[in-house]
T-cell receptor, first 111, second 112 residues
Framework: EADIYQTPRYLVIGTGKKITLECSQT?????MYWYQQDPGMELHLIHY???????EKGDLSSESTVSRIRTEHFPLTLESARPSHTSQYLC??????????FGNGTRLTVT | DAKTTQPPSMDCAEGRAANLPCNHS???????VYWYRQIHSQGPQYIIH???NNETNEMASLIITEDRKSSTLILPHATLRDTAVYYC?????????????FGKGTRLSVIA
């Protein structure tokens, strides 16, 4: 089974706080992705990276930012959380044209 | 990548075969058909993919029509744990540099 880890699994935080969602994979995959998904809705790509120091924005505009300083690590940061950021955030990785491996997600609630 | 069309929802009795259809009438010759599923509150899971030949693995079978304009994912003996949203995605083998885009999928409910 794929080794991709997301922490925290659940996060409840107040408006205005800065948060970082962690995503790490131990498979040496060059490509990593962040998707956002509201309950019962589609997944929307918000960020992706094809290698170290490479990041791109996805189809859905997001106020979050990402960084890729190391191959295995792709954290997502919200500088000032708002209730509209409440959602599930899913991280994935792949290598070449292989299928995506997903983490179990972080469920974020901003009060 | 070509667009796909799936029914929004389906029911299947436990122990019976679940047949999930997908239309991809604009598929081009070098595009593969991929299937993923997402069990409630988890990340999507890869199931199977194929180009033109039928494929089978430990999870499912994929039947692709001769004209490749549609396909069917078959879960031969559905269990309650197969209840999930199933996504059919078409993309080329060289799409590794194009992120995967998920549609609405089919919500399969396996009923005891």
């Amino acid at each position: 089974e794929a080794d991709i880890y997301q922490t925290p699994r659940y996060l409840v935080i107040g408006t205005g706080k800065k948060i970082t969602l962690e995503c790490s994979q131990t498979m040496g995959h060059d490509k990593m992705y962040w998707y956002q998904q509201d309950p019962g809705m589609e997944l929307h790509l918000i960020h992706y990276s094809y290698g170290v120091n490479s990041t791109e924005k996805g189809d859905l505009s997001s106020e979050s930012t990402v960084s890729r300083i190391r191959t295995e690590h792709f954290p997502l940061t919200l500088e000032s959380a708002r209730p509209s950021h409440t959602s599930q955030y899913l991280c994935a990785s792949s290598v070449g044209n292989s299928p995506l491996h997903f983490g179990n997600g972080t469920r974020l609630t901003v009060t | 990548d070509a667009k796909t069309t799936q029914p929004p929802s389906m029911d299947c009795a436990e122990g019976r075969a679940a047949n999930l259809p997908c239309n991809h009438s604009t598929i081009s010759g070098n595009e593969y058909v991929y299937w993923y599923r997402q069990i409630h509150s988890q990340g999507p899971q890869y199931i199977i993919h194929g180009l033109k030949n039928n494929e089978t693995n430990e999870m499912a079978s994929l039947i692709i029509t001769e004209d490749r304009k549609s396909s069917t994912l078959i879960l031969p003996h559905a269990t309650l744990r197969d209840t999930a949203v199933y996504y059919c995605i078409v993309r080329t083998a060289s799409s590794g540099n194009t992120p995967l885009v998920f549609g609405k999928g089919t919500r399969l409910s396996v009923i005891a």
